[in-house]
């Protein structure tokens, strides 16, 4: 008898040992069943700020004529590629985690050298992480905001001229590419629209303004050059940028 209630016993717990396995395992597959994964490219127009206008910029004091070069002057274009992932929280709330490369070429700006230096280039390139709230609104369209930071490396490239007393002029010397790295912190904001193609794939279009700001953190300047270097160097991530995907998840039970 007492033997029956033992083999009994053991018989009970396995099975609510393998229940709460199953229930475990259950949850865990529903919540991947509902994370969807995003990847995109993303162009966008960014204000430079001060350090990376060019160096004929008009001013907009000298009449409202000048205000469009003005503007002109202090835009470039930034690419992004993006990777995301999405978590519905209910039927109208929903959080997302992503990150992006960037990549952008401005020339001839404003030299960050003192002396007889001329800039050639800047080459910029962002690493973004993003985290954003997205509500639903109506059916297919969503409204986000989040922060945004980014870590990011540049090269400006300078050519330095010296005078000559002989000729009396200048004639190009040396030039040199200057390492930097920064970081950059803001808000982001999202009007995001959704298509489904089929239970695994849905395409998306996103309008984003962002506010991005942030410096220089350090650079590779030799001991000649830091006493000529006019401080930290100011980047700007500010604008607007349109963006156009995938979200995908190949974890939903049975295609639904």
């Known amino acids: 008898m007492l033997l029956l209630l033992f083999l009994f016993s053991i018989t009970e717990g396995t099975n609510s040992i393998q229940s709460d396995s199953t229930k475990v395992q259950k949850n865990a597959k529903s919540l991947w069943e509902k994370v969807s994964f995003g990847v995109g490219y993303s162009p966008g127009i960014c204000w430079t700020g001060e350090d990376l206008a ?18 002109f002057t202090h835009l470039y274009w930034l690419n ?44 910029i390139k962002p690493i973004s992480i993003e985290i954003k709230m997205f509500y639903k609104v109506r059916k297919n369209w ?58 695994y794939f849905s395409r998306y279009f996103s309008i984003s303004p962002r506010f991005i700001v942030g410096k220089e953190s350090k650079n590779n300047l030799t001991a000649d050059l830091e006493d000529k270097w006019k ?26």
């Open 142 to 199: 969503k409204l986000g905001y989040g922060l945004s930071y980014i870590f990011l490396t540049a090269k400006d490239r300078e050519r330095h001229f010296v005078f000559n007393d002989s000729t009396g002029g200048w004639f190009y010397d040396r030039k040199i590419d200057v390492a930097v790295n920064g970081n950059a912190v803001g808000l982001n904001f999202t009007l995001l629209n959704i298509s489904k193609l089929n239970p």
């Open 231 to 256: 401080g930290k160097t100011h980047f700007n991530f500010s604008g607007i940028s349109v963006s156009f995907g995938i979200y995908f998840s190949t974890f939903k039970r049975g295609g639904k």
């Open 80 to 123: 992004s590629v993006e990777l995301s992932a999405t978590y519905p929280m209910n039927k109208k709330w929903g959080v997302e985690i992503g990150g992006g490369y960037g990549w952008a070429a401005l020339k001839e700006r404003e030299t960050h050298l003192r002396g007889a230096w001329e800039n050639l280039n800047w080459k």
């Open 54 to 71: 060019t160096p004929s910029e008009p001013s907009p004091i000298g009449g409202i004529e000048q205000i469009p070069e003005y503007l």
